[in-house]
């Protein structure tokens, strides 16, 4: 499959910090998103980039598809404790009729301190 | 409520006895895909489904089975399960195979 590169792996914030997230890889996507996974749950989208260069936000979150198709970032403004979590990017790719076609980074887990 | 569910949500087995994880979704979705999810490693597809009857492999297929022979329902079989199996499950399904995932609460799996 393809290969992801999330960065960091974790992080740990106080409580009311800016956090910020990224995503690369050496393939171009057609579509970024962004998910969070809560402890013992599964993941969640947060955020969904359909266009190189877009800026979506979503509350204290914003994300950014890369102009060059291949990064997109995800910010958290005023970090609070129920941030906490495992954040994964995901990108889309176009391919063949029946081929798979989405492909999640490792992830990082981000820890606020209150 | 739209919903994926899995069950179990934990097992503990051991070495060749077969599972099977179940997986339904209440949400008319076209699309299902079964993932594991491992320390350091994030979700790896398993097995995708775009419809009933349609099947294919993901990135990590080798020793799972799966079957889609109604839309709601895509079950994960483990037919000789092994110890580097154990692992967390998740199910999820999309309108088509383009849209967005919902994701079950998944299934931690242990094999001893």
């Known amino acids: 499959g393809q290969q992801l590169n999330q960065s960091p792996q974790s992080m740990f914030i106080q409580e009311g910090e800016d956090v910020s997230m990224n995503c690369t890889s050496s393939?171009?996507?057609?579509?970024w998103l962004w998910y969070k996974q809560d402890p013992g749950e599964g993941p969640v989208l947060l955020i969904a980039?359909?266009?190189?260069?877009e800026l979506t936000s979503n509350g204290r979150l914003t994300a950014q598809f890369g102009i060059t198709r291949k990064d997109s970032f995800l910010n958290i403004s005023a970090s609070i404790p129920s941030d906490v979590g495992i954040y994964f990017c995901a990108g889309r790719i176009t391919v063949r009729t029946g081929a798979n076609n989405l492909f999640f980074g490792t992830g990082t887990r981000l820890t606020v301190i209150p | 409520e739209a919903q994926v569910t899995q069950n179990p949500r934990y097992l503990i087995t051991v070495t060749g006895k077969k599972l099977t994880v179940t997986c339904s979704q209440n949400m008319n979705h076209e699309y299902m895909s079964w993932y594991r999810q491992d320390p350091g490693l994030g979700l790896r597809q398993i097995y995708y489904s775009m419809n009933v009857e349609v099947t294919d492999k993901g990135d990590v297929p080798e020793g799972y089975k799966v079957s889609r022979k109604e839309k709601r329902n895509f079950p994960l079989i483990l037919e000789s399960p092994s110890p580097n199996q154990t692992s967390l499950y998740f199910c999820?399904?999309?309108?088509?195979?383009?849209?967005?995932?919902?994701f079950g609460e998944g299934s931690r799996l242990t094999v001893l």
């Open positions: 999820a399904s999309s309108l088509y195979r383009a849209g967005e995932l919902f």
């Open positions: 980039l359909y266009k190189a260069g």
């Open positions: 393939s171009i996507f057609n579509t």
